[in-house]
């Protein structure tokens, strides 16, 4: 399996403009989140979905943060517009049910910069 | 206070020493516990996870959780410079939502 795969892996874009950054789960997992990192506040769960249906969106800094899980094999999470507070590393993780212990295999990570 | 708390300062360690990290949580319904190790420009993985309280032990790492005391440890014996790495802890209530520690920097010196 090529595990979560995420992209773009780097993104450099100007304040305002519109930000869409990739997921696919790996296959035969039914769970999927959206985290975004930085040095200042770690790791944070933006969204996750259970079965292609956002089950809690707490997480989403405000409106102009969304994201899809159109099917099973695929997510985006899109900012618009976007800030330079948006600057961070944004992670897609997946779970299985059969994991067992709540475990989630993270992707690679995109890696955005807003100026 | 938050939910889990783990100090994020650096740690150096020559190389062949014990590397000990550790985090509190506040939470007392948390049954799963974990540690990632996310290496530089990667994704975190998982490392090891434990349920309830107990220790465990894989390898050169043990892990171990106190949950009269809400505090959780991860031990690496014999460290090697491939052990440098950021380590965070993570915990949970059954599949609900994983509340992360802010991670510890470790730099093993050859």
């Known amino acids: 399996d090529a595990g979560v795969i995420q992209s773009p892996r780097h993104e450099v874009t100007e304040m305002g403009q519109e930000v869409t950054l990739r997921c696919k789960p790996i296959?035969?997992?039914?769970?999927l989140f959206w985290y975004r990192q930085t040095m200042m506040r770690g790791l944070e769960l933006l969204i996750y979905?259970?079965?292609?249906?956002?089950?809690?969106d707490s997480g989403m800094p405000e409106d102009r943060f969304s994201a899809k899980m159109p099917n099973a094999s695929f997510s985006t999470l899109k900012i618009q517009p976007s800030e330079p507070r948006d600057s961070a590393v944004y992670f897609c993780?997946?779970?299985?049910?059969?994991?067992?212990?709540?475990?989630?295999?993270f992707g690679a990570g995109s890696r955005l910069t807003v100026l | 206070q938050k939910e889990v708390e783990q100090d994020p300062g650096p740690l150096s360690v020559p190389e062949g020493a014990i590397v000990s990290l550790n985090c509190t949580y506040s939470?007392?319904?948390?049954?799963?516990f974990m540690w990632y190790r996310q290496y530089s420009r990667k994704g975190p993985e998982l490392l090891m996870y434990?349920?309830?309280?107990g220790n465990k032990e894989d390898g050169r790492f043990t892990a171990q959780v106190d949950k009269s005391s809400k505090y959780i440890s991860l031990f690496i014996r014999d460290s090697q410079p491939s052990d440098s790495a950021t380590y965070l802890c993570?915990?949970?209530?059954?599949?609900?939502?994983?509340?992360f520690g802010k991670g510890n920097q470790v730099v093993v010196i050859p």
């Open positions: 979905f259970n079965n292609n249906v956002p089950i809690d």
């Open positions: 939470n007392s319904a948390f049954q799963y």
């Open positions: 993780a997946s779970r299985g049910d059969s994991s067992g212990a709540n475990v989630l295999t």
């Open positions: 993570a915990m949970s209530v059954g599949n609900n939502r994983l509340a």
């Open positions: 296959s035969g997992h039914n769970s």
């Open positions: 434990t349920y309830s309280s």
